[in-house]
């Protein structure tokens, strides 16, 4: 049985700031999306298919005032 996050088996994550893109672990990005709580950060998620058909995900936060983006991650298939 695989892990599935966002529809995403083993999934890998990367976070995309302005300071460029890294991957993370799945405790990081848990941390994250907890600060972006607690900040009432906007946090959106979108699910779909990359234009292989594989499953990936975007979630994306925003600052609650300023509507700036803050951080995006992608969840792809992992073990390719």
Do not use: C, N
């Not at 995403?8 to 999306?33: L, N, R, W, Y």
């Not at 979108?46 to 951080?71: H, V």
């Amino acid at each position: 049985m695989t892990d599935t996050m966002f529809g995403v088996p083993d999934a890998v994550i990367s976070e995309h700031t302005h300071d460029g893109a890294k991957v993370v672990s799945v405790m990081t990005f848990a941390q994250d999306m907890e600060v972006a709580r607690r900040l009432r950060h906007s946090v959106r998620v979108w699910t779909g298919e990359d234009r292989e058909g594989r499953p990936m995900a975007i979630i994306w936060t925003a600052g609650l005032r300023s509507g700036r983006l803050l951080a995006a991650y992608e969840f792809t298939p992992g073990g390719e």
